[in-house]
C-alpha cells in the first residue's frame, strides 16, 4: 500500500495496469477510536484523545459519501505515471440505533476496471466507521492481491476533529505471498478551507493522517490529507507515495455540493 519493499502494494512490479488502481493509495485510512464518552471500540490497539460531544448533525458528522441512496460520484485519481478514474455508486442506506450504514460500490477504470463494494456507518456520535475488508484503496488492493486485517475504521466527528479529539490505532497489510507489513497510523484535524475541484469549490474540513509501516524491523512514515465537505463527504486528497505525489478530486456528483 505505501511501504517502498519490492513486492508491497508500492514496490510490485505494474503488470499490464500503469495508471490503474495505484492513485488511490491511501483511498481511506483505517483509524479505530474510543472514549469514556463515545462508542467503545472494538480494537484494544486503538487509542483516541479528548472526549466525543452528544450525538452530531449532518453539518458536524463525518461522511466519506453523501448518505443518499442512488447518488452517483465521479473521482479523478492523478499521479505522475497517469490517471484513472473511479465511479462511485450508493447502493443503500439504512438507519438503526447504531446510526446510518451506507453501503457503496467503487468501479475504478484504467487500463483495466477493478470493482469494490465499501460499507460505511456514520454513528449517532457524528464519527465515521467503515469496514477494513475491501482494503484501504479504491481498487489498488483488490488489483494486487492485497488482504487487511483488522477492525472498523473510525474517522470522528468533524466537530470532534475541530475541538482537537484525534485518533490512532494499527491494521495489516497481507501480501498474496503472505509477508505483511504493520501500519500504524493518527488522525487528527487540520481546520477548514475553501477547495476548487473539477466539481466545483466548497468549504471543506481538512483531516490529516500520519502513517508509519514496519516490516522487517525497518520503518517507514508517509501522510495523507483529506478533504471533507460538511453534509456532503471527500471531494479531494493529496497524499504522500512513494509512487510519487497522488491527488483524487471529485469532478462530478448526482448530489450537489452545499
Known amino acids: 500500500m505505501l511501504s517502498d519493499r519490492p513486492g508491497s502494494a508500492a514496490g510490485r512490479p505494474w503488470r499490464a495496469v500503469s495508471s490503474a488502481a495505484v492513485a488511490a493509495a491511501l483511498a481511506l485510512v483505517p483509524l479505530t477510536a474510543c472514549s469514556s464518552d463515545s462508542e467503545p471500540s472494538t480494537s484494544p490497539e486503538a487509542t483516541t484523545t479528548q472526549g ?3 450525538e452530531q448533525s449532518s453539518e458536524t458528522a463525518t461522511y466519506f459519501y453523501p448518505p443518499v441512496e ?4 465521479t473521482y479523478r485519481n492523478s499521479m505522475d505515471i497517469g490517471e484513472f478514474t473511479t465511479e462511485v455508486t450508493v447502493n443503500s442506506v439504512t438507519s438503526s440505533a447504531d446510526g446510518q450504514t451506507v453501503v457503496a460500490t ?10 469494490t463494494e465499501r460499507t460505511l456507518r456514520i454513528a449517532p456520535d457524528g464519527s465515521l466507521h467503515l469496514s477494513i475488508a475491501p482494503g484501504v484503496t479504491y481498487a489498488f488492493g483488490t488489483w494486487l492481491g492485497l488482504t487487511y486485517e483488522g ?4 474517522i470522528p466527528s468533524l466537530a470532534d476533529l475541530e475541538a482537537g479529539r484525534t485518533s490512532s490505532g494499527r491494521f495489516v497489510e497481507i501480501q498474496d505471498d503472505g509477508e ?6 493518527t ?6 478551507e475553501e477547495v476548487t475541484m473539477p466539481a466545483g469549490t466548497a468549504e471543506a474540513y481538512v483531516v490529516a493522517i500520519d502513517f508509519e509501516l514496519t516490516w522487517d524491523n525497518e520503518t517507514l512514515a508517509r501522510a495523507a490529507r483529506y478533504w471533507l465537505v460538511p453534509g456532503f463527504g471527500q471531494v479531494r486528497q493529496e497524499i504522500d507515495s512513494p509512487l510519487g505525489d497522488i491527488t483524487v478530486e471529485l469532478v462530478s456528483s448526482s448530489v450537489p455540493l452545499p
Do not use: N, Q
Open 52 to 54: 466525543a460531544g452528544p
Open 70 to 73: 442512488g447518488a452517483t460520484l
Open 106 to 115: 467503487e468501479v475504478s477504470t484504467g487500463d483495466e476496471t477493478v470493482t
Open 151 to 154: 477492525d472498523d475504521i473510525v
Open 180 to 185: 505483511r507489513t504493520d501500519i500504524a497510523y
Open 187 to 192: 488522525v487528527r484535524g487540520a481546520g477548514r
